[in-house]
């Protein structure tokens, strides 16, 4: 395995958690839940650009 697939997969685990984490959350019946919820959604998607640009850059180092 070469560097970007480490790092793209690793990118790919941080995204797994913070949805679990993010849908633990939103099924808590308290208030406090449902902003750690959004907390971890948005930590979700940036987590998801991360791993998308790395993919971009694996394959343009690729080529």
Same mark, same amino acid.
């Given at each position: 395995?070469?560097?970007?697939?480490?790092? =793209?997969?690793?990118?790919v685990?941080?995204?797994?958690?913070?949805? $679990?984490?993010?849908?633990?959350?939103?099924? +808590?019946?308290?208030?406090?839940?449902?902003?750690?919820? =959004?907390?971890?959604m948005?930590?979700?998607?940036?987590?998801?650009? $991360?791993?998308?640009?790395?993919?971009?850059? +694996?394959?343009?180092?690729g080529?």
């Amino acid at each position: 395995m070469n560097f970007f697939t480490v790092v =793209v997969l690793a990118a790919v685990l941080a995204t797994l958690v913070s949805l $679990v984490s993010g849908i633990s959350s939103m099924g +808590a019946d308290r208030e406090i839940g449902h902003l750690d919820s =959004v907390h971890w959604m948005v930590r979700r998607v940036e987590f998801q650009a $991360v791993a998308f640009l790395l993919v971009l850059v +694996a394959i343009y180092m690729g080529s």
